[in-house]
Nanobody, 114 residues
Framework: QVHLVESGGGMVHPGGSLRLSCAAS????????MSWYRQALGKQRELVAS???????NYADSVKGRFTVNRDNGLNTVYLQMNSLKPEDTAVYYC????????WGQGTQVTVSS
């Protein structure tokens, strides 16, 4: 079992940057595929970015070129670097770990507003 805790959210102006972190407890972090999702108010949760155990990344079209996902298996942490933020990036961001079962964090709020 994996326990996930997200951090790094906050409020930022359009064009700004944030770096989200997702710290995992439990064993075998390197064996989990990790993903970032987000859910805006009144909308469905959507996949933002993912990274496999081998380091292959995938991004939603809406964030390509602006967001970068990476992982540090030594620190049991996955990151989401978010640049050139837009108001439409405002959402609660969730971390997910997937191996046999899926585990979710509690989320961190990101607000992009002038």
């Amino acid at each position: 079992q994996v326990h996930l805790v997200e951090s790094g959210g906050g409020m930022v102006h359009p064009g700004g940057s944030l770096r989200l972190s997702c710290a995992a407890s439990g064993r075998s972090f390197s064996m989990y595929a990790m993903s970032w999702y987000r859910q805006a108010l009144g909308k469905q949760r959507e996949l933002v970015a993912s990274i496999t155990t081998g380091g292959t990344t995938n991004y939603a079209d809406s964030v390509k070129g602006r967001f970068t996902v990476n992982r540090d298996n030594g620190l049991n942490t996955v990151y989401l670097q978010m640049n050139s933020l837009k108001p439409e990036d405002t959402a609660v961001y969730y971390c997910k770990a997937l191996r046999i079962a899926a585990y979710w964090g509690q989320g961190t709020q990101v607000t992009v507003s002038s």
